[in-house]
Each structure stands twice: as structure tokens, then as C-alpha cells.
């Protein structure tokens, strides 16, 4: 058989698994995932009062998609992306996501534009945009344009650093 | 009645709308026509700067977005055989070679002024529908809204793709998404696992922006090979006069093609995706000329474009009158309309007539702003298309942060955003449809709710359901759907 489609089959096992998974234990423990309680009133009621009765139902809902999702993987045919993805487009999901990562924890201490110039700067490097000084300074710009829209046209400050107000 | 008209009626031609509704509308067709931007994502990103305007302003502004990004996508399907946005794949069967025949300008009239006439048909749809069924949905106690937002779950197998069960856990994952936060009967919070930012539940724009933007940026950019961006063929555009004569000879699939989209537009969950295929496979069927689609008929370009806009208006009926959306876009924008402090419902005429009816006009002067802007468009389109995919999709990445901070200037949203992105991009990968997710995770909040109250006021029955007839005619379509559903996936194969 095909490996990519043998790869496919594998992850939508994989997926099943996972979320019949996150059902049963969900289930198991929404009880200890709920703060607060729910007075029962005499009668039928105590039921659909508490705050776990939909989360239940909600976590049984999982477990029966991902119950369909297993007993429907060894009928399907087709190649999932997940198959056909290269290491190189994996890497650089991967290093995008760092960046954005690091570009996000980082905006506390720069500020919005700083932290945005950055992971655009670095974003441009990751894709391998070839005019790269004139695609930064484009965005640097943009940046500041988004900033200025926001701060004037919306009284909306975005995240200003330890640098100061103006950053 | 006539009083709230008129002060609708002056709100809506006030120029600030007018403006709002230019600008939003000339915005979605810009995002409509580059490829990988969506109507859907256009309304995510954008959806936080209405939050600072009037409610009227605001609504205008992403209603012709709305409008503009559905419209939008034609002109790359047409002019280099790639959809701008889903709602017009089926727009490129017949668009792109016409466009290979030189008659790419020919094709692109049509289909403005066929999305202009389908957006009439469906806002009068909502026009005449709406107090009719406004008055309806009065007799809606906990019971029918549960059953009919039931019924509006089920419309996800439409938007579940391939695979049914996949469809099902997005929508599952929605609904427990939506779990997050406070129990809307009690008040005890739930899910939140100790973060405190959490306790207020998730907001339904992260959610958006990181699901449609975010995941958006990561698999496009993922793919970017460095390649030069396709060029669109010079177009020339016939006069006005020879395409409406045109137009007129095919108003029987306008007529037909109105209607699909106008109906599809009216259940809840399905929006423009399905309409366009099914108004496109009609128009072939009943053709004189079937054997000429997908080799540059002009009904093939009319038809879905024509039913693509009549699904706008029409969305609106169950998104204004039961607060149940229409399609991914209007759940949007009914995130932002909530944002604005109008929740949409049976109530909303009766406690906001003025927004209502202001929306309504507005609904048919974005129509006008559509043809007018549409043909501007129609000439420049070329040079949109060859904006470079990096630079836009890294400024996609900063209006993502932008517009996710802006909601409630919470830096924890744009985390929440960025793993919406993250989980968004995986789903793509595997295969599993984010609209289910989305639809459930902005129903949850009603079904939990009318469901549990249903069951306090029967006192665990749920014989209510059948005893009542609106909730029994639901219940019954829901067991058709579901058993429809089971049939056929057991039944045939799973390939794409």
C-alpha cells in the first residue's frame, strides 16, 4: 500500500485515540474541573441544575466522534496534507511558531512595534524572501501605520513596553 | 412603525454609514480577490475595530466586507483559475477559460452584475421574511430554541468536507471550547484550570482571527517556494448595455440560482460554499447547452455568482431573528454584534428596531456600493494579485496581534489567538473542517441553556420535545438529517 496513505490512516488512528482519550478522561473528571456547586430542587431537576451536567454529554459527543472517526479510517482512501507534508515546511512551521512565541513573550518588555518589527524581520529571513531590507522596511512601516490606526483612529493603546508609552 | 423607518432609514444614509460601508465594502473585495485571504477571515481580522464605532457603523462596515470578500473571490477565480475565496470555486469551472479565450472581462461583468442582482434577491428575501418570522420566533420558548439550535448542529455535516466523524469532533471540540468559563445557569466556573483570564470563557474573536488569520499565515507561508506570482491576462470590459442584455437572457438561472442561495442562505449553518456548487450543478442540468460547462459557458459564471450573493441577505434571517448564524461569516459577525451590546434573537426587533430597519437599508446600499466599487475592481484586479505573498501574509500576522489585543487589551487573547493558529493549521493538515467548531462553539452557550432550562421546567422530560409542535417539527427534521447522514457514510466510501 501507499505510504502516504498508510501515513494518513496512522494519524486519523492517531487522532481517534487521542481525543477518545480526552473523552474518557474528561468524563471522568469534569467533577473536579467545575468550582462552584448547584442547590438541587426537590424533584427531577438536580440533574440539568448542576454545572457538569453538559460538560458530560459534551465529553460522551467526543468519545463517539472519535469512536466514528476509528471505525470510519480503514474505509477512507484518500491522502491527508498531514502525508504529504516536506521536513522543510515542517521546519519552518516549527521555526515561524518559535519566533512568534518568542516575539509575543518578548512584546512585554519591547512593546508592540519593536516586538512586531522582529518577528516580521525574522519571519522575512525564515521564508527566504528574497528583498529582504525592502520587505522589512515595509513592514517596520506597516507596523507603525497598524500602530498609529489603532492608538488615534480607536483609543486603543497596543502592549507598550518597558521602553515606554510611545513604543 | 412609520417614525422608526424613517429615523432607520436617516441613520443608515447618515455619512459615517456610508462611508463605513464604502470602505468596508471596497476592503472585502481587496481580501476577496487575493488568494488565501477569506471573506471569513477579512470579517475575523477586522470584526475588533467596529467594537469603537456605532452599532449601525460598525454593522455597515462589516456588511459590506461581507459582501465585498464574496464578490471579491471571483475575480482571481476567474482571471488566473484560483478561488479567492471557497464561495467561488465554482465560479472558476466556466470563468477561467473563458478568460484563457480572451474573454476574461466578459466573464468578470457578468459575474459582478450577477452578484449584484442575487445580493437583491436574497435582502429582499430578508426584507419579506423577517416580520413574518420575527413574529414567529415570539412563540419560541426553551424547548424550540433547543430543538431548532439542534437542528442547526446537524447543518455541520454540510460543512464537515469529507469525513463526517471529523466534522463531528471539530463540532464536539466547539462545544467544549465553549465550556470555558461560567456555567450560564449557575455561575460556577468550569474548565478553567486555575487561570484566572480564563473564567470569562474564551472570546469568539481570538478564537476567529487565530482559526481563519493565524492558521491562515502559517500555511501559506509554510508553502511560500519563492515563485513569482501568477499575472492575470489583460481584460476588456463590454459595455454596460450588452451585459445586462446578456443578463436578461438567462433569467431563468438568475431566477433559480437566486433561489438556491436565498434558501441555503436561510438554514442555519450553511452559507455560500455549498450554494455556489449546487446553483452551478442546477444551471448544467437544466442547460440547453450542458456539454459547454467547464469550457467557458456564461451560465456557469452567473449561476454560482448569483446564488454566492443571494446566501448574504438571506443569512441574515436566522442570525437577526433567532440568533442562530447563517454561515461562518454572519457567526462573525453576530460575535460583533453582541460585542455591541444588541444580541440578536427574537427580541432584537422588538428592543432595537431602529439598528434592525438601519440594517436593512444598509443591506441594500452596500448592493449599490458593490456594483460601483466591483467595477473599479474589475480592471485593477491584475495588479492586486501580484502583491507578494510574504509581506502580505507577515501584515496579516501583525493585524492578527493588532486586532486580537484590541477586544479586551488583554495580551493573554493574543496567546490564545496564536494556539487557535497553531491548532487551526493541524486541523488543515488532518483534514478536519474548522467551520463545525466555530458553528458549535457560538451555539453552545444557547443549547446548554435552553436545554437545561427546558429540562428545569418539565422536570427532567424530555417529552416537551414532542409535545410541542414547533420543537416536534425540528426534532423530526434533526432525526431525518441524522438518519439521512448514517445511511449514506455507511454506505459508500470515505475518498474525497
Not at chain 2, 432609514?9 to 476592503?27: K, R, S, Y
Amino acid at each position: 500500500m501507499d505510504t502516504r496513505r498508510t501515513a494518513s490512516r496512522l494519524y486519523e488512528i492517531a487522532l481517534g485515540v487521542l481525543f477518545l482519550g480526552l473523552g474518557v478522561v474528561g468524563y471522568a473528571y469534569v467533577p473536579g474541573m467545575v468550582k462552584g456547586w448547584a442547590f438541587a430542587l426537590p424533584g427531577t431537576t438536580d440533574n440539568a441544575l448542576s454545572p457538569e451536567f453538559f460538560p458530560k454529554l459534551v465529553f460522551c459527543l467526543v468519545m463517539a466522534a472519535a469512536g466514528g472517526v476509528l471505525v470510519t479510517t480503514p474505509r477512507r482512501v484518500d491522502i491527508l496534507p498531514a502525508a504529504t507534508t516536506t521536513r522543510r515546511e515542517a521546519a519552518r512551521v516549527l521555526a515561524i511558531a518559535a519566533t512568534v512565541l518568542a516575539g509575543l513573550a518578548s512584546m512585554r518588555f519591547l512593546g508592540f512595534a519593536p516586538a512586531a518589527s522582529l518577528i516580521s524581520a525574522v519571519m522575512l529571513f525564515i521564508v527566504g524572501y528574497p528583498r529582504k531590507l525592502s520587505g522589512i522596511l515595509v513592514l517596520v512601516l506597516f507596523t507603525i501605520a497598524v500602530m498609529a490606526g489603532f492608538r488615534y483612529g480607536m483609543r486603543v493603546i497596543l502592549p507598550p513596553g518597558a521602553l515606554g508609552w510611545y513604543f | 412603525m412609520f417614525e422608526t423607518l424613517v429615523s432607520a432609514a436617516a441613520a443608515a444614509f447618515d455619512p459615517a454609514v456610508l462611508a463605513a460601508v464604502f470602505v468596508g465594502t471596497a476592503i472585502g473585495t481587496l481580501i476577496g480577490a487575493i488568494p488565501g485571504l477569506t471573506a471569513t477571515m477579512g470579517m475575523a481580522l477586522l470584526s475588533p475595530l467596529t467594537f469603537f464605532l456605532s452599532p449601525v457603523v460598525g454593522v455597515g462596515f462589516l456588511i459590506g466586507l461581507y459582501k465585498g470578500g464574496t464578490f471579491g473571490g471571483s475575480l482571481t477565480a476567474v482571471l488566473i483559475g484560483t478561488p479567492g475565496t471557497a464561495s467561488n470555486a465554482a465560479t472558476m469551472q466556466d470563468g477561467y477559460p473563458l478568460a484563457q479565450k480572451g474573454e476574461g472581462g466578459r466573464a468578470l461583468g457578468l459575474s459582478l452584475w450577477g452578484s449584484v442582482v442575487g445580493d437583491f434577491f436574497g435582502s429582499i428575501c430578508l426584507v419579506i421574511a423577517a416580520p413574518v418570522i420575527g413574529k414567529f420566533a415570539l412563540n419560541f420558548g426553551h424547548a424550540e430554541f433547543f430543538a431548532l439550535t439542534l437542528f442547526s448542529l446537524t447543518m455541520v455535516a454540510y460543512v464537515s468536507g469529507s469525513s463526517l466523524p471529523k466534522g463531528l469532533l471539530a463540532a464536539s471540540l466547539g462545544l467544549l471550547l465553549a465550556l470555558i468559563g461560567t456555567d450560564p445557569i449557575g455561575g460556577s466556573t468550569r474548565m478553567t484550570f486555575g487561570i484566572p483570564e480564563l473564567s470569562g470563557g474564551i472570546g469568539v474573536i481570538p478564537l476567529a482571527i487565530g482559526l481563519f488569520g493565524m492558521s491562515e499565515v502559517l500555511w501559506q507561508l509554510s508553502a511560500y517556494s519563492g515563485g513569482r506570482a501568477a499575472r492575470a491576462p489583460a481584460t476588456v470590459i463590454p459595455p454596460l448595455r450588452s451585459l445586462f442584455a446578456e443578463l436578461w437572457g438567462y433569467w431563468r438561472t438568475i431566477l433559480s440560482s437566486s433561489a438556491i442561495g436565498a434558501g441555503i442562505g436561510a438554514l442555519p449553518g450553511v452559507g455560500a460554499e455549498t450554494s455556489n456548487w449546487i446553483a452551478y450543478g442546477v444551471a448544467r442540468r437544466y442547460s440547453k447547452s450542458p456539454e459547454t460547462f467547464g469550457k467557458g459557458n456564461v451560465e456557469g459564471v452567473i449561476a454560482p455568482e448569483v446564488s454566492a450573493n443571494a446566501v448574504c441577505g438571506a443569512s441574515f434571517i436566522p442570525t437577526l431573528l433567532f440568533g442562530i448564524p447563517g454561515d461562518i461569516v454572519t457567526a462573525i459577525l453576530m460575535g460583533a454584534l453582541i460585542a455591541q451590546g444588541l444580541q440578536p434573537g427574537p427580541m432584537l426587533i422588538q428592543e432595537h428596531p431602529d439598528v434592525f430597519y438601519a440594517l436593512y437599508v444598509t443591506m441594500f446600499t452596500s448592493m449599490f456600493m458593490l456594483a460601483f466599487i466591483g467595477m473599479f475592481f474589475i480592471r485593477s484586479a491584475g495588479y492586486i494579485i501580484r502583491l507578494p505573498k510574504p509581506l502580505l501574509f507577515i501584515a496579516v500576522t501583525i493585524l492578527c496581534f493588532a486586532g486580537t489585543y484590541a477586544v479586551n487589551s488583554s495580551v493573554f487573547d493574543i496567546w490564545v489567538m496564536f494556539v487557535f493558529g497553531f491548532v487551526g493549521y493541524l486541523f488543515r493538515k488532518l483534514d478536519i473542517p474548522v467551520a463545525p467548531l466555530i458553528l458549535a462553539f457560538i451555539l453552545c452557550e444557547t443549547i446548554e441553556s435552553s436545554f437545561r432550562r427546558m429540562l428545569i421546567q418539565s422536570r427532567g422530560s424530555l417529552m416537551v420535545l414532542i409535545e410541542r409542535p414547533i420543537s416536534a417539527v425540528f426534532i423530526l427534521l434533526t432525526l431525518a438529517v441524522v438518519g439521512s447522514l448514517l445511511i449514506k457514510s455507511f454506505k459508500r466510501p470515505q475518498p474525497v
